[in-house]
């Protein structure tokens, strides 16, 4: 059981290149997200997906796109890099459960080991 | 903002020692987390503890959340070197994704 797996984990990119993010899982997590995080901010939510086929705009999507085609997969793309986009990035997956009361509650996140990314 | 918000930002301590890092937040919640992250590794997730809960334990770790005061706090006993890490408090409204605090950096000193 791999968990979350990220390609590339490092990465150079020149000013107004473009590059994919992978991110796989093998838990069948329906939530997906992306994460970017730099020194001092934490980390601070792109995108996120509640299923296939479906996206949302999480704190800071600007300059970012997000597929999810297949259940598995969660794929980032950067159409034209800033050096702004220098960070790690972070993807994860999650389930949820039901209790018998109160709202529906997220389990915890499963992350990959992330992509350093460098932008110049 | 819902953002959560670690308090101390860095904690030194003997091994040995318990540590004691503590995490507020700002509007209601549905849950909140706990992660750890080693340095230049993904975060893993510690524990969770829902809004209607007041402690949870899980070996060394416990976990307070006092939601009068919209804070929580992450004992770690005994601590260890291999405790060394950045923890980080998550907190979620229901059916938004969590929002993570800016982290406690702790180094356990063998």
């Known amino acids: 059981n791999a968990g979350v797996t990220q390609t590339p984990k490092f990465r150079v990119l020149k000013t107004g290149q473009s590059m994919t993010l992978l991110c796989a899982q093998d838990?069948?997590?329906?939530?997906m997200y992306w994460y970017r995080q730099d020194p001092g901010m934490g980390l601070r939510l792109i995108h996120y997906s509640v299923g296939e086929g479906t996206t949302a705009k999480g704190e800071v999507p600007d300059g970012y796109n997000v597929s999810r085609l297949k259940k598995q997969n969660f794929l980032l793309g950067l159409e034209s890099a800033a050096p702004s986009q220098t960070s790690v990035y972070f993807c994860a997956s999650s389930s949820q459960f039901f209790p018998a009361q109160g709202a529906r509650v997220l389990r915890g996140y499963t992350f990959g080991s992330g992509t350093r990314l460098t932008v110049v | 903002s819902q953002q959560g918000e670690e308090d101390p930002q860095a904690l030194s301590i003997q091994e040995g020692e318990n540590a004691t890092m503590n995490c507020s937040y700002k509007?209601?919640?549905?849950?909140l987390q706990w992660y750890r992250q080693n340095s230049g590794r993904g975060l893993v997730h510690l524990i969770l503890?829902?809004?209607?809960?007041r402690e949870k334990h899980s070996g060394r770790l416990r976990v307070t959340l006092d939601t009068s005061k919209k804070s929580s706090s992450l004992l770690i006993t005994a601590s260890r070197a291999a405790d060394t890490a950045s923890y980080f408090c998550a907190t979620s409204l229901p059916n938004t994704p969590l929002v993570f605090g800016k982290g406690t950096r702790l180094s356990v000193i063998a």
């Open positions: 838990m069948n997590h329906e939530y």
């Open positions: 503890i829902r809004s209607n809960e």
């Open positions: 509007t209601s919640i549905n849950n």
